[in-house]
Structures are given as structure tokens and as C-alpha cells.
Nanobody
Framework: QVQLVESGGGLVQAGGSLRLSCAAS????????MGWFRQAPGQEREFVAA????????YIADSMKGRFTISRENAKNTVHLQMNTLKPEDTAVYYC??????????????????WGQGTQVTVSS
């Protein structure tokens, strides 16, 4: 049974930082491109970042470039999203995703193979 479990969300003031983690189990982690998506209330889910299987290639959505960083530790089956200089508009539920066919670019992601349950990030002004 595949599980993706996110952690690290919470309430933070604008300008602050959070580090999200996603622990994967039940799959060959290094065979999957890993991604982070987010969904704010009343909005569609949007791409945040993705990282290649070996971790050499990453892609960050334009609105988050320079503030967010994605990394992975294949030995620990874990992917991270470091979020700095957070803004109120970053408030959303953040989801971890795993896909064997995608690349790091956003338009390569169809329905992911696996999703986590999400973790809430709230940024106060």
C-alpha cells in the first residue's frame, strides 16, 4: 500500500518560513518524480514544484521562484519543500504527489499516480 504523508504545515506570519516534508512508503521512491501542489479555498489545485528521480533537476512555479526550494533524500524516501518569505497568498493546503511518467515541468503532470492527504499552510498578514 502506497502512502505519502506530509508534515510541517502550520500557521506562520508573513515573511516567515516553513519546511514541508513528505514521507513515502510502499513504492520504489527513486523511480518517481516528486511534486508539490497546493489548493487554496475556492481555487483549483496548482503546481508548486517538482524534482527529478535523482534530484538533479528541479522546477519551481514562477510565483514561487526565489522563495521556495524542493529537495529529496532518496535514502529516506522523503521530499521536502522549503518555503521562505511566505506571503498571505501562499495560504493553501499543500499536497505531495508521486508520478512515474511526469517530468519536472508543470505541463507534464497529468493525474499523479499517488497523492498525499495534504497539510495546511496558513500565512497571516
Amino acid at each position: 500500500q502506497v502512502q505519502l504523508v506530509e508534515s510541517g504545515g502550520g500557521l506562520v506570519q508573513a515573511g516567515g518560513s516553513l519546511r514541508l516534508s513528505c514521507a513515502a512508503s510502499g513504492l520504489t521512491f527513486s523511480s518517481y518524480v516528486m511534486g508539490w501542489f497546493r489548493q487554496a479555498p475556492g481555487q483549483e489545485r496548482e503546481f508548486v514544484a517538482a524534482i527529478s528521480r535523482g534530484g538533479l533537476n528541479t522546477y519551481i512555479a514562477d510565483s514561487m521562484k526565489g522563495r521556495f526550494t524542493i529537495s529529496r533524500e532518496n535514502a529516506k524516501n522523503t521530499v521536502h519543500l522549503q518555503m521562505n518569505t511566505l506571503k498571505p497568498e501562499d495560504t493553501a493546503v499543500y499536497y505531495c504527489a508521486a508520478d512515474r511518467r511526469a517530468s519536472v515541468v508543470p505541463n507534464s503532470w497529468g493525474p499523479a499516480d499517488y497523492w498525499g492527504q495534504g497539510t495546511q499552510v496558513t500565512v497571516s498578514s
